[in-house]
């Protein structure tokens, strides 16, 4: 029977799930992230907190096993992240930088690990989360000591490291037409038409039944679709107030078939990638006490309705 990979493969899409190391020494876990996805992305392994740990002194020993599983797996890769306010180390945050300082070392970090996976991943998330939920600029230490302009400058670091690779927006609640997702739109069109080099703009979709399905989450991809630029669903996961009721799963499974069809009715929109597979390892237990049952496959690594409801929205059976 196709995984879901084979079938997401037939529409020109690939099908993908987050990972994190920890989770690699789990065989059961390992054999079926091998063989029902065609693409993966590192949790946290290729973050900044783990990459450079101490200034200028570089480990991309986590990054580098997802990579190397990856491969093995004939699996592409999507790099995860380069700029984001969280999960940074200790001795960036600990101290006041100059604007001059920040910008050295931002392009430092930037270059080095792009160039380190460079043909590796074919995608990054070079800025994640940049704006506030009414679409002004989150005030980050990178916007706060560089301005705005931090973003295009971070694109076009990256791309003289890796001319070939994807460059990416990711961000959260963005996934519906909204202030939030206005500000990228607004923000792409104005780096397209300075030719900052973007490529793409990831939808987390991280989102939880009790606040409602974006309905104009295909409008939305398509008008970014129309900038030139691809779109994906990078960490989708579906949460819900536990105890997870038949009606509950029922509905999580509908909310998979809707956004699976809505990506692939959008023609640049390049794939769907689960924030991890199974409720076995998702963050949202940890992070929205009470709240779980997010992902398609269950904490014993059984295929929930969500499951079947992908294949079917991939035109399986
Ligand atoms: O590494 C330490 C470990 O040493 C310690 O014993 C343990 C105790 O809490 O914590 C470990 O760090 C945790 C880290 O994941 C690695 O497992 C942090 O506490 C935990 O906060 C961190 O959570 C990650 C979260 O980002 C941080 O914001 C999640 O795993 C990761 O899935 C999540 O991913 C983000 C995306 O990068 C961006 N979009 C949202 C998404 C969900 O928050």
Redesign the pocket.
């Known amino acids: 029977q196709p995984t879901l990979a084979d079938l997401a493969q037939r529409h020109g899409r690939y099908f993908g799930s987050?990972t994190?190391n920890?989770e690699l020494t789990d065989g059961p876990y390992v054999a079926l992230l091998g063989s029902e996805f065609d693409q993966i992305t590192p949790?946290?392994g290729m973050?900044w907190y783990a990459t450079e740990p101490e200034q200028g002194v570089f480990d991309f020993s986590q990054g580098d096993e997802v990579v190397n599983l990856a491969r093995a797996n004939r699996q592409k890769v999507r790099g995860?992240?380069l700029v984001?306010h969280?999960?940074l180390p200790e001795w960036l945050t600990a101290r006041e930088w100059t604007a001059p300082e920040l910008r050295a070392v931002l392009k430092k970090h930037i270059q080095t690990e792009v160039r380190h996976y460079r043909g590796k991943v074919f995608a990054w998330d070079v800025v994640?989360?940049a704006f506030n939920e009414d679409g002004t600029y989150r005030e980050t230490v990178f916007y706060k000591t560089l301005g705005p302009g931090y973003i295009a400058d971070a694109l076009r670091w990256a791309h003289q490291a890796d001319p070939r690779v994807k460059l990416y927006l990711?961000d959260?609640n963005i996934e519906g037409i909204g202030p939030k997702s206005d500000a990228y739109h607004r923000l792409a069109k104005e780096l397209k038409a300075q030719r900052v080099p973007l490529h793409g703009i990831g939808f987390?979709a991280?989102l939880a039944l009790q606040y409602g399905y974006p309905t104009t989450l295909e409008d939305n991809l398509r008008r970014f679709s129309r900038l030139g630029l691809d779109t994906a669903l990078t960490?989708v996961d579906v949460r819900m107030q536990l105890p997870a009721t038949e009606e509950k799963l029922a509905q999580q499974a509908q909310w998979y078939r809707d956004l699976t069809e809505a990506c692939l009715a959008v023609r640049r929109c390049v794939g769907v990638t689960l924030?991890?597979y199974t409720d076995k390892y998702s963050?949202i237990p940890?992070?929205f006490p009470g709240e779980g049952a997010a992902l398609p496959w269950d904490e014993q690594l059984l295929p929930k309705p969500a499951y079947f409801a992908l294949r079917e929205a991939l035109g399986g059976r």
Request: aromatic share 22%; proline share 4%.
């Open positions: 987050a994190d920890p949790g946290n973050k995860h992240t984001w969280s999960q994640n989360e990711n959260y987390q991280h960490e924030w991890d963050w940890a992070f």
